[in-house]
């Protein structure tokens, strides 16, 4: 390489210099050491400088160089007096107070790394450098996609391709997108090696979405318009629908007078075709085509008729069909039997609460008025003697004169205060362990005696 100028004369001796890195109390800085920039466009590399010594002098040194070549010397100054290249003094500029260079215009030709030296020479010399990769790259334009086949394919039958061409840009990288989201490579989606072609194989209804490509680089982005692919599919989910009467699974039930509209519906694409048929003595027939039937069901011989609704898709060739009852009842006895229902309840209830309460009454008067109480008078006036021969009554020859509620109860003398006889009896006359305390069966099998002994002294 030639010598520019006497100032210029030990530029080739510190040319190696810049490559060492040496650390010095000079402190070079820049933004970034890779800088994208677009072609056409100018590029400013920011270079800013600063030092700690005392400076006479300050060289600032611009070097290019592309990959496996000796550096070019574009530019110096000293002390800010600028010294270019005269075959680039057009395209690049030294900005000061620092060392930042502008490249204008830029062009694919200079890509490479820019070379930047600072020497400070005051008690001494100080160097620092630093590289800086500069990338030129065009703007990519809006890409357009395109499906083949365009006229649409049937699902688990057919394939489909997009393709994303784009007419300008440099570096360029492809993402696909569905419904906003990235796409990425699964059994069903395939990748070309650029990733600007998507091959889906085989085709299905979950495949239906808005489809575009993102087109990149390092100055730009843009994205494709949307495009929906066409896939036909179904029918799927035949179902039968009506506005009026009570649906409980397949069967509907109607009242008579009533016309009731069924509505018919499947997932399908294209829509499906449909067909009405009824089943009626063991035979089949069909009463209309598309997805409505009316029935009036008045004019319906008989109280249960089957049906049955038919989908069928004229690309896809698949159909499907569903079966379903009508039941016709009559409005009058349908609400007689459910007003017949909450009466028997509120019957049922009401003589329940009815008959608790009678129970209730009946025993506070029991309880109240007690029958053995008037028992017990009568035989407080009897003679002792009587009284004695009833405790020696037997009255168990027949086990049905036994059967009865038993209560036991003392019966006191006039006085209040309970009595044993006076005197004792024989054996035939009283049995031993007992006093006068005696039980209801007893009081009960001896008033007949007491009313014959009363009978008799009238």
């Known amino acids: 390489m030639e010598p520019f100028s006497n100032t210029f004369c030990d530029l080739q001796c510190n040319i190696y210099f810049l490559l060492l890195g040496i650390c010095s109390a000079l402190r070079l800085t820049v933004p970034s050491h890779t800088i994208h920039g677009i072609e056409g466009q100018p590029l400013h590399l920011t270079v800013d400088y600063n030092f700690n010594t005392t400076a006479s002098e300050i060289q600032i040194i611009w070097l290019f160089e592309k990959p496996q070549s000796i550096p070019k010397y574009l530019l110096g100054s000293v002390n800010q007096s ?38 400070v ?28 086949p365009s006229s649409g394919v049937v699902e688990y039958v057919g394939n489909m391709t997009l393709t994303c061409t784009v007419g300008k840009g440099t570096r360029i990288g ?28 085989p085709v299905m209804k979950e495949d239906i979405g808005n489809y575009s490509c993102l087109a990149t680089n390092p100055v730009s982005a843009m994205e494709s318009e949307i495009i929906a692919p066409t896939i036909f599919y179904g029918p799927y989910g035949l179902t039968v629908n009506s506005d009026k009467g009570l649906k409980v699974g397949e069967v509907f039930t109607v009242d008579i007078g009533e016309a009731i509209l069924f509505d ?39 109280t249960t008729v089957d049906y049955m609704c038919c989908a069928y898709n004229n690309v896809t060739g698949k159909q499907d069909e569903t079966h379903f009852t009508v039941i016709i009842t009559s409005v009058g006895l349908e ?32 309880k109240r008025y007690r029958p053995h109480k008037v028992i017990q008078r009568k035989l407080q006036s009897r003679p002792e003697a009587d009284y004695r021969k009833a405790q020696t009554f037997s009255g168990h020859e027949n086990a049905m004169d036994d059967f009865g509620i038993y209560e036991f109860v003392a019966f006191p003398d006039p006085t209040g205060v309970p009595t044993v006889p006076s005197q004792s009896v024989s054996g035939s006359d009283f049995v031993q362990g007992q006093d006068l305390h005696s039980t209801v069966y007893e009081v009960i099998q001896h008033i007949p005696e007491q009313q014959e002994d009363h009978q008799e002294g009238t």
């Open 82 to 119: 600028v010294v270019p290249d005269l075959e680039y003094k057009h395209k690049f500029t030294l900005i000061p107070p620092n060392a930042s260079l502008m490249i204008n215009p830029l062009h694919v030709t200079d890509e490479g790394n820019y070379i930047v030296k600072v020497n």
């Open 121 to 148: 020479h005051g008690n001494g010399t100080i160097s620092a450098n630093q590289k800086i990769q500069v990338t030129v790259d065009v703007p990519v334009t809006k890409p357009a996609v395109q499906i083949e």
């Open 174 to 201: 492809y993402q696909w997108m569905k419904n906003g989201k990235p796409m990425h490579a699964s059994s069903s989606y395939t990748f070309s090696s650029n990733n600007d072609t998507l091959l889906i194989v």
């Open 264 to 302: 018919c519906s499947a997932d399908s694409n294209p829509p499906n075709t449909y067909s009405w048929i009824r089943r009626a003595d063991n035979t089949t027939h069909v009463i209309k085509y598309g997805p409505h039937l009316e029935v009036l069901s008045e004019k319906v011989a008989q």
């Open 335 to 366: 609400r007689l039997a459910q007003k017949g229902k909450s009466l028997s309840s509120l019957a049922v209830i009401t003589g329940i609460s009815l008959f608790l309460i009678l129970s209730m009454s009946l025993l506070f008067l029991w």
